[in-house]
């Protein structure tokens, strides 16, 4: 239909029934009084590339578009957080910062207590292990956040890479911001503005406003916050 999320919803919204036999006479008389026959052509904001990623996740629990650790990469390069794939390939030795969202979290019975945690960023996947003293130090991010940054050793034996974690950060709220990111659409601006615009018309915002005959919940004023479900032992 070439029509993206929110105008898809808005013709949608605009589908009507097709009328059967018995109410033709009823299916008359509401055609003749539906606001929806001499309803505008309406603009409708356009949404942010991460608006659309958020949505993706709500709706299927995936996306096909860009990975939402992507639009914090800058926030996390300035803050020398290096990509997951660059992590698992740096030298054994090496001391390094990773992040990304928790994708499993596990206990084997075998282990004495050491947790491996599998974090996803754009660039591929971290492997964390995490000793049990730091578990007990921070536990309540271990076991909650959507997304950390960890900050520890590398360690490699043969083809097995692994990040020994020295102290974690809850990234959670960095990545609740996604369905904020990359604005695709001006700011608003004041009355005054015509001046901006170089629009020598009638401001449309000063007409009368008419008839809205049809009205969706718009759900992107508040963007859920992206929530991925993490395999996690028990």
């Not at 926030?75 to 928790?102: F, H, K, N, Y």
């Not at 406003?209 to 969706?216: C, E, S, T, V």
């Amino acid at each position: 239909m070439k029509l993206k999320r929110r105008e898809a919803l808005w013709a949608i919204k605009a589908l009507r029934d097709e009328p059967l036999p018995l109410f033709a006479a009823a299916s008359a008389r509401d055609r003749e009084t539906v606001p929806e026959i001499d309803e505008p052509i309406v603009e409708l904001r356009p949404m942010t590339a991460g608006s659309e990623v958020v949505q993706d996740y709500s709706h299927v629990g995936l996306t096909l578009r860009h990975h939402p650790v992507a639009f914090l990469r800058e926030d996390l390069r300035r803050q020398r957080i290096i990509p997951c794939a660059e992590t698992m390939q740096s030298r054994d030795g090496r001391w390094a910062e990773t992040a990304g969202i928790v994708l499993v979290r596990q206990m084997p019975g075998s282990a004495k207590g050491v947790i491996f945690i599998t974090l996803e960023d754009e660039s591929g996947i971290a492997n964390l292990v995490i000793w049990p003293a730091i578990f007990e130090k921070q536990r309540r991010i271990i076991l909650s956040a959507g997304m950390m940054a960890a900050y520890g050793r590398i360690q490699r034996v043969g083809d097995v890479v692994h990040l020994v974690a020295h102290r974690l950060t809850d990234l959670s709220s960095e990545l609740a911001s996604v369905g904020d990111r990359d604005c695709a659409f001006p700011l608003p601006h004041g009355r005054g503005d015509e001046l901006h615009h170089g629009s020598p018309g009638v401001d449309p915002r000063s007409k009368p406003k008419g008839l809205k005959p049809r009205n969706i919940l718009d759900p992107y004023g508040h963007i859920d916050q992206i929530k991925v479900k993490a395999r996690n032992f028990r």
